[in-house]
């Protein structure tokens, strides 16, 4: 479940379905637990403000607050740089605008949700296959392997990616300073909406 605000000049922000991350926009994408801010070369001083100010505010309505990343044009880092092809591409609009309160739902807490009967929610299922991974002890190497291989997957119309598409792919990842929880959670959340994708293909 991924969040991308457009910010504008006069302090509006719209939700989009994807980003062209041009050098003058200012954009807000949050994943509940990072809001990040990314800032185009020629973007102005007011958007970034603003951009500043909505992240702040979302923080507010939340009971655990999102860490707040700001994220240069050219200069991208971390598990950003690993969603950057994702975030191109778009999501569902049901994925990228449906917005919940809580930043996580921690594994006690979501394991309570099923013993309570209720039915798990995309957040829910995530957290799940997150801390199932990092329970599991997947190295980081075949995390990063597995993530490049579901981005690839996720951005191509048909077919499976290549081998020296995967590699050149997962290289830009284990050069990022992606977190192991970061990329536990990326990979869980793209695999599922993977197979989203292909079960819609099917219907």
């Known amino acids: 479940m991924i969040l991308i605000l457009s910010i504008y ?14 050098n003058v926009k200012v954009y807000l994408v949050d994943d509940f637990k990072t809001i ?10 007011r ?5 500043r100010k909505k992240a702040n505010l979302l923080n507010d309505k939340r009971k655990v ?3 707040i ?7 991208e880092f971390g598990a950003f740089l690993a ?34 009967g209720l039915e798990m929610d995309l957040e829910a299922e995530i957290t799940l296959a997150a801390h199932k991974i990092s329970e599991d002890k997947v190295p980081y190497e ?7 291989e579901l981005q690839l997957t996720l951005l191509r119309a048909t077919g499976k990616p ?11 990842i284990l050069k990022s300073s992606a977190t192991y929880e970061e990329l536990c959670w990326l990979v869980s959340e793209l695999k599922i909406l993977v197979n989203k994708n292909h079960l819609e293909k099917k219907s």
């Not at 000049?9 to 041009?22: A, C, H, L, T, Y």
């Not at 990343?69 to 200069?75: E, L, S």
Request: aromatic letters at 6%.
């Open 9 to 22: 000049e006069n302090g509006q922000s719209r939700i989009v379905k994807k980003s062209d991350f041009s």
């Open 36 to 45: 990040y801010l990314w800032f185009g070369s020629k973007s102005s001083k």
């Open 47 to 51: 958007k970034r403000e603003f951009a």
């Open 65 to 67: 607050p999102a860490n």
């Open 69 to 75: 990343q700001v994220i240069n044009q050219d200069k």
């Open 83 to 116: 969603i950057m092809d994702v975030l191109r591409k778009g999501f569902d609009e049901d994925v990228s605008s449906t917005k919940r309160e809580e930043l996580e739902i921690e594994i006690e807490d979501t394991l309570e949700l099923i013993d309570s």
């Open 142 to 148: 075949e995390l990063s392997r597995k993530l490049a």
């Open 162 to 172: 290549s081998e020296k598409e995967i590699t050149k792919k997962c290289n830009d």
